[in-house]
């Protein structure tokens, strides 16, 4: 149950609250049709009650591999009133590594359509509402565990990441994202990732218009924000660079005067990318969050910030973040360490793992593997991640810092950098570019050596037709190395 008292509710009960003050406006939409707050919430009791028919129980953790759509939404806000907690996952995860997030969770039933197979009982929405036709409400109940997303992390083993966080909608704390009652959200990431997925519900409960699109594509997400007249997106830089590669008569025939809020996340951004975002849409727009789905600490910068601080995800919002030495010892500003974070004194776990064990140091400490540094007002500038440096020659060469100067080239839709082994330097920069027609090695040899120091420059390169980076922005380089270290 929530807490009458400071107001903490359920979210089955904060769907229901939204149901009566909103009724028919519209909750969520997709590419087919658009669900109203009433009906949202009379949809989710009956498919609540179908959960229960199906066996789910308060406290299960229940595996949802559905694309982004309204069924996604829906399959989420019934398995709260069921008490039980949403584990997302791709629904174009290969069978064993379904198989292998499923046996972590436990889960009783897989909701999912023909994409993904299982021996456990699998439901879809229109067989989960076929067990149920009452959509009256259900005795309130709260999950104890809110979300449990996955990760494979830098290992490529599944591991689960269980919110600290009980199912339940706080009305003292501000809007997540800077979301409110009167956005339009438009949400092109897959849900199935934690920012997605926690940027969208958030704005639910706040009683936001979320509009989902069943998978990015540039021209139609500006297409989207003119049409619905979106006041907030969620992006990742992969997409920000797609947008901006459109032809300037493409991008001239939406109007994204409506856009208040755009934040990017889940990667680093490359400063010629931001900036240009920058003066597109307005420093005031541009928003962008560093954190770990663990959710220990937490920064955020404005665009207004960042013109006078280029480089830096933020300053230090929620918890504590510090450098330190190999030796664990806290660096000064300037000097660059592993970044550690801690939840504020007294604050409880905001996360627990299954199938994997945070890295720590003493006092609380944890690490998500990332490198950098803060300058002397505190604001945090990332290097890379620990377990992708690349040592060459006896130098720390960062594959992010070279993906950014490639990804600047006009010709390159995506890239990755990873290290090889070389009898000479120990290891030779690699990289793996998915191209535009045109582009030439040597034109791409020149444009890196205008911006990079020697050392730092791509020995070889692979020009790949296949994307590089997920749905997400995000790219695995220990698997795409492992896949050229076993052809050699």
Not at 110 to 125: K, N, Q
Not at 477 to 485: D, I, N
Request: overall charge negative; proline content about 8%; aromatic content about 8%.
């Amino acid at each position: 149950m929530g807490d009458p008292a400071e107001g903490i509710i359920s979210l089955g009960a904060r769907l229901k609250q939204l149901a009566q003050s909103r009724g028919e406006r519209p909750a969520v939409t997709d590419a087919h049709r658009t669900v109203t707050w009433a009906e949202l919430h009379a949809r989710t009791n009956r498919l609540a009650r179908g959960l229960e028919a199906a066996g789910v129980k308060l406290g299960d953790l229940v595996t949802l591999g559905l694309p982004n759509s309204v069924d996604f939404i829906e399959a989420c806000y019934a398995l709260w009133k069921v008490g039980a907690t949403p584990q997302p996952i791709s629904y174009r995860l290969p069978p064993a590594e379904a198989e292998a997030v499923m046996e972590l969770a436990r889960t009783p039933i897989l909701i999912a359509g023909d994409s993904l197979a299982s021996a456990r009982p699998r439901y879809d929405i229109a067989s989960l509402m076929a067990l149920s036709d009452d959509e009256s409400d259900l005795e309130d109940r709260t999950a104890p565990v809110y979300k449990a997303p996955t990760s494979g992390g830098s290992t490529g083993r599944p591991k689960l990441i269980l919110s600290g966080g009980a199912g339940v909608f706080d009305p003292n704390l501000p809007g997540a994202y800077r979301t409110n009652a009167d956005d339009v959200m438009l949400m092109p990431g897959p849900l199935y990732h934690n920012g997605p997925f926690t940027a969208s519900i958030g704005g639910l409960n706040q009683g936001a218009h979320l509009i989902v699109m069943a998978r990015f594509d540039a021209e139609e997400t500006l297409r989207q924000i003119d049409r619905h007249r979106a006041t907030w997106i969620y992006t990742v830089p992969t997409m920000m660079s797609r947008i901006w590669r459109l032809p300037d008569e493409v991008k001239a025939r939406f109007d994204l005067s409506s856009l208040k809020t755009l934040w990017h996340l889940a990667a680093p951004c490359p400063p010629w990318l931001k900036e240009t975002f920058i003066h597109w849409l307005g420093p005031e727009v541009i928003m962008e969050l560093y954190a770990g789905t663990e959710a220990q600490a937490v920064t955020i910068i404005s665009g207004t910030e960042w013109l006078e601080h280029r480089g830096s995800v933020g300053r230090v919002t929620v918890g504590e973040m510090c450098a330190f030495d190999g030796d664990g010892r806290p660096l000064p500003p300037g000097e660059t360490g592993e970044i550690f974070m801690r939840r504020p004194a007294g604050a409880p776990p905001s996360y627990r793992y299954l199938g994997a064990e945070p890295r720590t140091l003493p006092g609380g400490w944890e690490s998500l593997g990332d490198i950098g540094w803060f300058d002397a007002d505190g604001y945090l500038y990332l290097a890379d991640r620990r377990t992708d440096m690349i040592l060459v020659g006896g130098s720390n060469v960062y594959p992010a810092e070279i993906e950014a100067a490639l990804d600047e080239h006009p010709l390159v839709q995506s890239s990755a950098v990873i290290g090889l082994p070389d009898e000479d330097l120990g290891n030779r920069i690699h990289a793996i570019v998915q191209p535009r027609p045109g582009l030439a090695e040597a034109d791409l040899r020149a444009h890196l050596a205008a911006r990079l120091v020697t050392y730092k420059q791509p020995r070889s390169f692979e020009f790949v037709a296949e994307n590089i980076r997920d749905d997400a922005g995000k790219v695995r380089r220990s698997q795409l190395r492992a896949e050229r270290l076993s052809k050699d």
